[in-house]
């Protein structure tokens, strides 16, 4: 494996990305703009890498791996369209004092990590149930 040069060139291509669009999309989208270029650029740079090593080592992912993304996927776009709705709704308007709207905010928190949690299982992604556990019991030590 002994390349180190083509992560580099992969990382300057995501930076270059991230940069671009995140003065393209500054203006329009605001801050929103910032984090979209952040999500693209990182996916890109994800993208590449992934082609680059399996280029380099045969494929990586075969139909199981590709099945738990589909259903992670679906969760996580279920879960996106839930906040995005919670949001319009409950957080949008400014007429609220700070204490209701932090406990808004952290009941949407809460209901989108329930419901991806609750779509994960219901999905059966293989390897959730584990995780889950694990994510219980460190958070009952806290």
């Not at 969760?75 to 700070?98: C, K, N, P, W």
């Not at 209901?111 to 991806?116: A, D, N, P, W």
């Amino acid at each position: 494996m002994q390349n180190t040069r083509t992560p580099v060139k992969i990382m300057g291509i995501s930076v270059f990305l991230n940069v671009t669009l995140s003065l393209i999309l500054m203006g329009p989208l605001k801050i929103a703009g910032l984090a979209l270029a952040s999500s693209v650029s990182a996916s890109v740079n994800m993208g590449l890498l992934y082609y680059c090593l399996t280029k380099k080592t045969g494929p990586l992912l075969g139909r199981d791996s590709l099945r738990v993304f589909n259903k992670t996927l679906a969760a996580a776009s279920v879960m996106g369209v839930f906040i995005e709705v919670y949001q319009r709704f409950f957080l949008e308007t400014g007429t609220r004092s700070r204490m209701v709207a932090s406990a808004l905010l952290a009941l949407g928190i809460l209901c989108g990590v329930g419901l991806y949690i609750g779509l994960v299982r219901l999905f059966k992604v293989e390897g959730s149930r584990g995780f889950i556990r694990f994510s219980w019991l460190t958070f009952r030590r806290l």
